[in-house]
């Protein structure tokens, strides 16, 4: 409470007198006897020594209408309203308990008496709006007249709205609940806290829950809880609900359901479904539809309402439908097999069945084909293996099939082809090096190492890239292996199976059966020749070359390091002899051992001569060693070998080099002093025909330049004579030019200067007649405005002196001679009525600010009066004014 003291109060603290304005109180403590009592205003309380103000002035508490305040400890009263006090004057309260207290009916404040709290200020009433409602809870025990129940502490209640609720002491406002808004297609989820009875009037246990479909707004009582708002499932011919039962119950169309049962609900049950509380929602199943091209086989089927384990149904287009709770489809939507004339499907049957389309009974493992064109639906009992389609194979084209009942494998070469059901395509396998060599071309490729044992990074290099680009083409091992045998070249096969080769001649395809094999030839390659350079599967039978470095040792010692070059071919006089083209294959290296033939016939030759001899008839020698002489002592043509009928046509020596470093450093020597000389002739000569043309170019260049100069020179005359005679036309020219422009110039300053004189003065005497004029316009407006003004102020004044003066009679006239006179007394004659009113024989008046000794004056007074035995004296204060009135009875 807030404490409302005056000026002079608030000085006055100190001061044992208290003014209690009205509606303000406070609380003394006696001293002597302990007890505190309550002083109402107003009042002007005069405390005593043994009395101690503790609280106040304070204000009242007022509590307007529709408003309450809560007291803490408040007092007793008896059945009149009134106070009870004890034998010493103490309030009795009531400890601990609270009073509410509303309005007054006269709406008067009321003070707290000492001991009493205001524990809750005052606070307007709680209005509960439509559709909400206060949660309530006992606190004590009471009756309720409101709803003329019994109460008992703990108990839980609604007050609904619309209402004010006015508190009770007993009572606990827990929460405000509003209402639940319940639309079209939802439901609130209820669950009851105890065992209640519904808005229904059903019975509901603890931890019971249920579902209001009712639509509008839903107040839940006390003990029920809102869960959640439910919305409804819509149901439409592409969608469904499988549900779960969580426990026994009857589902909303009356059907038993027990516990962890699954169904479906389809839009023919109900358009929209709100799952109850005993329901689970499993899954949101979409609908299946299959067209005329299409069908699907259910696994584990649903028939009249049980769910038939192990079985397949077969379902065909077009149709529309729901997996029941448990079904699936073993391998989706399957499109039917629509089979071309050149098309197949392979089936296996997994189930003894009748087949109705072939009129045979089929047992389990079977295996047939079905042939189109037509049109097949698989039945549950058969497994669909494969489709087939009609393989077209060209003359040169070709597949391996093998029969998974024998083994046996063939080609199939040169026709449209399709494996039947006891058919396959079977792989041929070939080795890693014939694999790389099928896509290597063996005419550009011939002399590419393939197999590299050096540490050339090159070579190693190059490897690497045939390979990629090998591995880069995947052969389709099915297929017939086919290799194209280039002209001039031959193949050697050879069948495994048969124990036969055969040989075979280009240009030529080759196709590989089954058992068959390529002959892999494994050539030297490199210079020196080394093994097992280049490997191929086609001999080229020539002419080729090959190049090989050989050391040979003269008879005087001389080391020489020959790089010869050999051009070959192989003979064969009729490729129809099957002995004469075995011998092509006899020999597996013909080039290693070719090499190695000429090196050793080479290096017997040159062992017995000398190396002036052998470097002066190098090639004679070499050509002698290895073809030989006929019987009249002439070199042989050509060298061939019996073994494979290779022959040697000629022999090229690309460099002879001597291996010791000092015999090679004399032969350089000899060889630059013999170039040099011939190098020096050269130059001599060069320089004199050199030096002979250069005196001819001299002579023609000196007549040339004096024939350049005499024409310049009549020239340069023409151009003096033209430059003469334009100087004096310039000259004159100019003279002139400059003399008319100063004169026309001067002229036209002149007529400027006077056009611009007689401009700037009519300028001037337009601004002077404008200036002039403006001046007298504004001296006529400025003296009408002045006239004007002073004649409203005129007027303005003559009617407000006319005014006060009406006024002035009006309220003379109105008031009167005789009012104005008792006005003017009324001071004086009031204060001679006051002073006879009180008796006064003898009066001093004073302002506060003169001195004035009043000592003697009181002591006369006080002589005067002690005769008097009848005579009272009183004396009147008043600190506000300063005035000191004694009366004398």
């Given at each position: 409470m807030s404490k409302t003291t005056t000026a002079s109060d608030t000085k006055s603290?100190?001061?044992?007198?208290?003014?209690?304005?009205?509606?303000?109180?406070?609380?003394?403590?006696?001293?002597?006897?302990?007890?505190?009592?309550?002083?109402?205003?107003?009042?002007?309380?005069?405390?005593?020594?043994?009395?101690?103000?503790?609280?106040?002035?304070?204000?009242?508490?007022?509590?307007?209408?529709?408003?309450?305040?809560?007291?803490?400890?408040?007092?007793?009263?008896?059945?009149?309203?009134?106070?009870?006090?004890?034998?010493?004057?103490?309030?009795?309260?009531?400890?601990?308990?609270?009073?509410?207290?509303?309005?007054?009916?006269?709406?008067?404040?009321?003070?707290?008496?000492?001991?009493?709290?205001?524990?809750?200020?005052?606070?307007?009433?709680?209005?509960?709006?439509?559709?909400?409602?206060?949660?309530?809870?006992?606190?004590?025990?009471?009756d309720d007249e409101t709803a003329k129940e019994q109460r008992r502490a703990g108990d839980e209640w609604l007050f609904e709205g619309p209402a004010t609720y006015i508190p009770r002491k007993e009572v606990s406002v827990e929460e405000q609940i509003r209402a639940t808004v319940i639309g079209s297609n939802q439901a609130i989820r209820l669950c009851a806290k105890k065992e209640i009875t519904d808005r229904t009037g059903q019975h509901r246990v603890t931890g019971e829950e249920w579902l209001v479909k009712k639509t509008g707004a839903y107040l839940p009582l006390a003990y029920e809880t809102v869960v959640s708002v439910e919305n409804a499932h819509v149901l439409t011919d592409k969608k469904a609900l499988q549900l779960r039962a969580l426990k026994t119950f009857t589902d909303d169309f009356g059907k038993e359901r027990m516990n962890g049962e699954e169904w479906l609900i389809t839009y023919l049950d109900t358009e929209t479904h709100i799952l109850s509380v005993y329901e689970q929602l499993v899954a949101v199943v979409d609908v299946i539809t299959l067209n005329s091209r299409q069908y699907c086989v259910i696994i584990d089927p649903v028939e009249d309402g049980k769910q038939q384990l192990g079985k397949k149904k077969l379902i065909l287009g077009e149709k529309s439908f729901f997996l029941q709770p448990g079904e699936k489809l073993e391998n989706g939507i399957q499109d039917v097999f629509i089979l071309g004339a050149d098309e197949g499907v392979i089936l296996k049957c997994i189930e003894a069945f009748e087949d109705q389309q072939a009129n045979v009974k089929r047992n389990p493992g079977d295996r047939w084909m079905i042939r189109g064109p037509t049109e097949y639906i698989p039945p549950t009992q058969v497994e669909v293996v494969t489709r087939r389609k009609a393989l077209p194979l060209d003359e040169n084209e070709g597949i391996y099939v093998r029969d998974i009942k024998t083994g046996r494998v063939r080609a199939v070469i040169g026709e449209t082809y399709m494996l039947t059901q006891d058919e396959e395509l079977w792989q041929k396998e070939l080795p890693k090096q014939v694999e790389d060599l099928l896509t290597r071309d063996a005419l550009v490729d011939r002399n590419i190492p393939t197999r590299n044992r050096t540490t050339d990074k090159n070579q190693s290099q190059q490897e690497t890239t045939t390979n990629s680009k090998s591995n880069a083409v995947k052969r389709d091992k099915s297929k017939l292996v086919t290799y194209r045998v280039p002209h001039n070249a031959c193949v050697q096969i050879y069948d495994y199976k048969a124990k036969k080769a055969r040989i075979i001649f280009g240009p030529e395809l080759v196709m590989l059966g089954p058992d068959e094999q390529f002959t892999l030839l494994s050539l030297s390659g490199s210079v020196p020749k080394k093994p097992n350079q280049i490997q191929s599967l086609c001999l080229l039978l020539g002419p080729d070359f090959f190049t090989d470095v050989i050391v040979i040792e003269t008879a005087d010692h001389a080391r020489l390091s020959l790089q010869l070059s050999y051009n070959w071919h192989f003979q064969i006089t009729d490729i129809s002899d099957e002995k004469e083209a075995a011998k092509l294959f006899s020999v597996p290296d013909f080039i290693g051992d070719a090499a190695k033939a000429i090196a050793s016939r080479i290096r017997g030759a040159v062992a017995g001569t000398q190396f002036d001899d052998f470097h002066k008839n190098s090639a004679q020698i070499i050509r002698a060693a290895v073809f030989g002489l006929d019987a009249n002592q002439q070199i042989r043509q050509h060298f061939i070998f019996p073994q494979n009928n290779l022959v040697l046509t000629s022999i090229d020596i690309q460099s002879v080099e001597p291996v010791d470093q000092r015999t090679r450093d004399a032969l350089q020597k000899s060889v630059q002093l013999a170039i040099e000389i011939t190098t020096n002739s050269q130059e001599a000569a060069a320089k004199h025909e050199a030096s002979r043309r250069e005196q001819e170019a001299k002579g023609l260049l000196e007549r040339q330049r004096i024939r350049d100069e005499a024409e310049a020179e009549d020239v340069r005359k023409q151009l003096l004579q033209l430059q003469a005679l334009s100087a004096a036309v310039e000259s004159t020219g100019q003279a002139k030019a400059e003399a008319q422009s100063r004169a026309e110039s001067h002229r036209i300053e002149g007529e400027a200067a006077v056009e611009q004189a007689r401009l700037r003065a009519e300028a001037t005497r337009i601004e002077a007649e404008a200036e002039l004029s403006r001046l007298k316009l504004a001296r006529e407006a400025e003296i009408k405005f002045l006239r004007e003004q002073n004649e409203l102020e005129i007027n303005k004044k003559a009617e407000m002196s006319k005014i006060e003066t009406e006024k002035f009679t009006l309220q003379v006239e109105a008031i009167g001679a005789s009012t104005i006179q008792a006005i003017a007394t009324s001071g004086p004659d009031t204060q001679v009525k006051l002073l006879q009113a009180l008796g006064l024989q003898s009066m001093l008046v004073t302002d506060g600010n003169t001195p004035i000794n009043l000592m003697g004056f009181g002591q006369g007074l006080l002589g005067g009066l002690t005769g008097n035995t009848n005579k009272k004296s009183r004396t009147a204060t008043n600190t506000s004014s300063n005035y000191h009135i004694e009366e004398n009875d």
């Open positions: 603290h100190s001061s044992p007198v208290y003014r209690i304005p009205p509606y303000h109180y406070i609380h003394v403590l006696d001293q002597n006897t302990n007890v505190t009592r309550l002083e109402i205003g107003p009042k002007t309380f005069i405390k005593q020594d043994n009395e101690t103000v503790i609280l106040g002035p304070e204000k009242m508490i007022t509590v307007p209408p529709r408003h309450y305040c809560v007291v803490e400890s408040p007092v007793i009263r008896n059945e009149a309203g009134e106070v009870e006090f004890d034998e010493n004057g103490q309030a009795k309260l009531i400890h601990a308990d609270l009073d509410i207290r509303l309005a007054q009916p006269d709406q008067a404040p009321f003070p707290l008496y000492p001991g009493e709290v205001l524990r809750q200020p005052v606070t307007p009433l709680k209005v509960v709006p439509a559709n909400s409602a206060l949660r309530l809870k006992a606190v004590l025990d009471f």
